[in-house]
């Protein structure tokens, strides 16, 4: 009798063992799963990676349980993917943020992939050099047209049709064309023999570095963040000021649709945009990022050389913010 109680008693003591290990077991699983982050994906313009990284370290340190994902590139590349990734059910991106706010109404709005389209920083066109460039003791804010339309030089640009930089870019060659009564000037700069395109603006970066290229168009962030000299243009054609926003409307490019279809794009003021796309993965997480964008974010803009509006103004019905961001924010100008 007393060996059958010993034999009982062992037995019962190693099934509390496997049971005190599994449920060890089972807490460890689930606190494994607790500790994954939320990645809430944020597609932005090439011009934005800078500070962009820097606003998504100082939330995450706030927020370990969220991880932000950039991926940059064109902001109308990155617009008619967010387009074709809906067509194929895909998964959307959390946030988009776009160098024009005007590919969200225009490219967005209509496919109903967004129904709010906030503005939330600024910029100008520069032309970016290093003392290693052709020229670089010669050119002043008075001769730079003249010095760009020399043969022997390299200049970089942006993909009109990718990349808001390189479109906006283009206009800044026949704005200056105009304001230096020079009818020529456009055509010299735009199809310049030594002239190097890339994807996106910040491809360029590197071949300027490097020596690949002499020059290069750019917003003045950019050239800021990566401490390049560069040739501030007069405000009448860098597309940084409503003053002339009337003058700006009088160049214009065409451009293609990913449907083929082609559109018109005329000059105006550089104003950066962001929304939250419908069907987005993780729209609450997303919202919650945005907030800190349009709040401390807005700082780290600013620190990073890329004036922000602020207060950040929405184009869209009221209704369809996020109900954390509507004090943050006002009505867009006419």
């Not at 003791?137 to 942006?158: A, C, F, H, K, T």
């Not at 199809?191 to 020059?215: M, Q, R, S, W």
């Not at 003045?220 to 860098?238: G, T």
């Not at 964008?293 to 004036?307: A, H, K, S, W």
Request: charged share 20%; net charge neutral; aromatic share 10%.
């Amino acid at each position: 009798m007393k060996k059958t109680l010993q034999t009982l008693t062992l037995f019962m003591v190693i099934v509390f063992i496997v049971i005190g290990l599994s449920s060890c077991g089972t807490t460890t699983n689930q606190t494994q799963q607790n500790n994954n982050p939320t990645e809430v994906t944020v597609f932005h313009a090439g011009s934005l990676s800078v500070p962009f990284k820097k606003i998504a370290e100082e939330y995450q340190k706030e927020h370990p349980d969220i991880h932000i994902k950039l991926s940059s590139a064109g902001s109308k590349a990155l617009a008619q993917k967010i387009i074709t990734l809906h067509q194929n059910s895909q998964p959307l991106p959390d946030i988009y943020a776009s160098a024009d706010y005007s590919l969200i109404t225009s490219l967005l709005f209509p496919k109903n992939l967004a129904n709010f389209d906030i503005l939330f920083a600024k910029n100008s066109i520069v032309i970016a050099y290093t003392s290693g460039s052709k020229y670089a003791s010669e050119i002043n804010p008075n001769n730079w047209y003249q010095i760009l339309s020399r043969e022997d030089v390299r200049i970089g640009r942006s993909d009109p049709e990718l990349d808001p930089c390189g479109y906006r870019s283009v206009l800044v060659m026949e704005l200056a064309s105009k304001y230096y009564n020079q009818p020529d000037l456009y055509t010299k700069l735009k199809d310049h023999p030594g002239t190097v395109i890339k994807p996106k603006e910040v491809d360029l970066v590197a071949d300027l570095e490097t020596g690949n290229i002499d020059y290069f168009w750019i917003y003045e962030s950019v050239a800021r963040q990566h401490h390049f000299k560069y040739i501030k243009l007069p405000e009448q054609i860098n597309l940084s000021s409503l003053k002339y926003a009337d003058f700006y409307q009088t160049a214009s490019i065409k451009l293609t649709k990913a449907d083929g279809s082609t559109y018109i794009v005329r000059g105006k003021p550089i104003v950066y945009g962001i929304t939250i796309p419908k069907g987005a993965p993780h729209t609450k997480a997303a919202e919650q990022f945005l907030q800190f964008i349009l709040t401390r974010g807005l700082t780290i803009l600013d620190e990073n050389g890329q004036p922000p509006v602020n207060p950040a103004q929405y184009i869209g019905n009221k209704e369809n913010l996020p109900e954390n961001i509507k004090d943050l924010v006002i009505p867009a100008s006419p």
